[in-house]
């Protein structure tokens, strides 16, 4: 069974672009979350989605958004980059979302604002 | 009120020998406590989980202590080997759905040969 894959794997923008990372969830999963890590702030949940709808919202403003489609596949999206947003992005699936349901990582996208 | 702290920041230990990694929290709705493994260049993976209604749990050489009295909770590795060189995290969750986590900020863990 394929884990869970993200594109890209790496990168780079500058300041005021935005990007967009796409998660590919576990065949049959059906919840999303998206992370992000940092050495400073650790890891820090985003969003969750479930059958297309947004569950969950983590403490991040409104510059990082986030949607998933039919198929489960999320995409996220980070408007106007600032320095700061440097950091690996982590997608994890699991089958309903519910807390001690197992979720799965991805590899992560690396993300890099110069 | 959310957070998780989480102790040692980096812990050494030789082959054979047993790694504790201790993790404190203060929001008594949490009831799910997972534990994660992460390599470097990979996304963390469960390792082992607990809820509150019971104060230990095994599985091979994993152990989580629970004490709810006390709002912690412990990660036990027996027999470490160099394989298990890695960072850890310890993590709570309130919600019964919607993957909420909070996690501590991680332990790198180095098991000598």
């Known amino acids: 069974k394929a884990g869970v894959t993200q594109t890209p794997r790496y990168l780079i923008k500058t300041r005021g672009q935005q990007v967009t990372l796409s998660c590919s969830p576990i065949s049959g999963h059906r919840s999303v979350s998206w992370y992000q890590q940092t050495p400073g702030q650790g890891l820090q949940f985003l969003f969750e989605?479930?059958?297309?709808?947004?569950?969950n919202k983590g403490n991040f403003p409104g510059r990082f958004s986030g949607r998933q489609f039919s198929n489960s596949r999320s995409e996220m999206n980070v408007s106007t980059l600032e320095l700061g947003d440097s950091a690996l992005y982590l997608c994890?699936?699991?089958?309903?979302?519910?807390?001690?349901?197992?979720?799965?990582f991805g590899p992560g996208t690396r993300l890099t604002v110069l | 009120q959310q957070q998780v702290k989480q102790s040692p920041q980096s812990l050494i230990v030789q082959k054979g020998g047993i790694s504790i990694i201790n993790c404190a929290y203060e929001n008594t709705a949490f009831d799910y406590f997972p534990w994660y493994q992460q390599f470097p260049g990979k996304g963390p993976a469960l390792l082992i989980a607990i809820r509150p209604d019971v104060s230990e749990k095994k599985e091979g050489r994993f152990t989580i202590s629970f004490n709810k009295s006390a709002k912690q909770f412990s990660l036990h590795i027996m027999d470490s080997q160099p394989g298990d060189s890695a960072t850890y995290f310890c993590a709570a969750s309130k919600d019964n759905y919607g993957q909420n986590f909070v996690f501590g900020p991680g332990t790198r863990l180095s098991v000598l040969p």
């Open positions: 989605y479930f059958s297309e709808t947004q569950r």
């Open positions: 994890a699936s699991s089958w309903t979302g519910i807390s001690y349901n197992e979720q799965f």
